[in-house]
Nanobody, 119 residues
Framework: QVQLVESGGGLVQPGGSLRLSCAASVRFFSINAMGWYRQTPGKQRELVAVIFSSGSTDHADSVKGRFIISRNNAENTIYLQMNSLKPEDTAVYYC?????????????WGQGTQVTVSS
């Protein structure tokens, strides 16, 4: 069974930093993309950042210059470095892997980690 285990969330003051991690419990045959979404109550899930198999990345306009997505292929892990955090970054953050395991290509999700930015 595939599990994506997230860590690194918490409470931080405005202007502070957090680093989220997402580790997969399996080694996929291939990975198309990995990334992070976030969601706040009453709002649609928002794509925050994505990293493709090529290594190229894309970040939402709202986080460009503040957040950086990266990966460690050897450890099957992705990261989201979040700097200069703002109260509006408060959300539950979910990681995902769009990947192939055996003959099945699917999107796998983490359990979510709460990030709260408040003084």
């Amino acid at each position: 069974q595939v599990q994506l285990v997230e860590s690194g969330g918490g409470l931080v003051q405005p202007g502070g930093s957090l680093r989220l991690s997402c580790a997969a419990s399996v080694r996929f045959f291939s990975i198309n993309a990995m990334g992070w979404y976030r969601q706040t109550p009453g709002k649609q899930r928002e794509l925050v950042a994505v990293i493709f198999s090529s290594g190229s990345t894309d970040h939402a306009d709202s986080v460009k210059g503040r957040f950086i997505i990266s990966r460690n292929n050897a450890e099957n892990t992705i990261y989201l470095q979040m700097n200069s955090l703002k109260p509006e970054d408060t959300a539950v953050y979910y990681c995902y892997f769009n990947a192939r395991l055996k003959d099945v290509t699917a999107v796998y999700w983490g359990q979510g980690t709460q990030v709260t930015v408040s003084s």
